[in-house]
């Protein structure tokens, strides 16, 4: 079994900063890509950005120039720097990683959630 487990949410104003981290354990033998998501009230959940094995990004255009993924694979983590953040950036925000869980077999798995809130 895997767990991920987010942290780094809360509440800030806005033009603040947040950095969220999630963190990957269990039986895994490697994590090929990993992600952000987020599901703001009463809308479906959105990818936010995404990070290949070997570090190549992707971004959902409304946090481009704004946001920035990483990842540290000897901590099985992935990271995400939200700066100038808005009001309409509030959401729970999940991660998600592809895991390689023995020879030839990956699984996806998803965090629990963390909240943030972007409010003066």
């Known amino acids: 079994q895997v767990q991920l487990v987010e942290s780094g949410g809360g509440l800030v104003q806005p033009g603040g900063s947040l950095r969220l981290s999630c963190a990957a354990s269990?039986?895994?033998?490697?994590?090929?890509?990993m992600a952000w998501y987020r599901q703001a009230p009463g809308k479906e959940r959105e990818l936010v950005a995404t990070i290949s094995s070997g570090g190549s990004t992707n971004y959902a255009d409304s946090v481009k120039g704004r946001f920035t993924i990483s990842r540290d694979n000897a901590k099985n983590a992935v990271y995400l720097q939200m700066n100038s953040l808005k009001p309409e950036d509030t959401a729970v925000y999940y991660c998600?990683?592809?895991?390689?869980?023995?020879?030839?077999?990956?699984?996806?798995?998803w965090g629990q959630g963390t909240q943030v809130t972007v409010s003066s």
């Open positions: 998600d990683a592809e895991v390689g869980v023995g020879i030839g077999v990956t699984r996806k798995y």
């Open positions: 269990g039986r895994i033998f490697s994590i090929y890509s």
